[in-house]
């Protein structure tokens, strides 16, 4: 539980952060490693409560920024559909990732999306 709090309050001082800081900040190696793992729900609605809705990869983003401070091996995992659209474009999709595990574990992305990149990069996760 203390992971989940100091997590939301890490969250809500990086809210004003934009992408390039938030991806930025996730290749400094956190404080102190923490074992447990975090309930997101609460570090979401946090977000939620004091900044509005967000675009969701920026959400992920956040969170995942907020957990690699906190020491929790959390990654941003971004990822396209493997067919392009009828325009030939391809959609773009993110993911939060803890110590390699999907937080939507029962229909994990990686097995319908391709993975294009990940942040911090695998060797980065500081585990």
Known sequence: MTTTIIAMWTAFRL???DMPALVAGMDRPPR??????????PIVLTLRISAGFSAPMRENALVVAALHRCG????LVVGADP??????????????????VPLDTESPP????VELI????????HS
């Open 15 to 17: 809210r004003h952060h």
């Open 32 to 41: 102190r490693r923490r074992g447990t793992r975090p309930s997101v729900t």
């Open 72 to 75: 929790v091996p959390a990654q």
């Open 83 to 100: 067919v392009p659209e009828s325009h030939g474009g391809y959609r773009i999709y993110t993911w939060i990732e803890i110590a390699g």
């Open 110 to 113: 990686g097995n319908y999306l």
């Open 118 to 125: 990940r942040f911090p990069k695998s060797g980065e996760t």
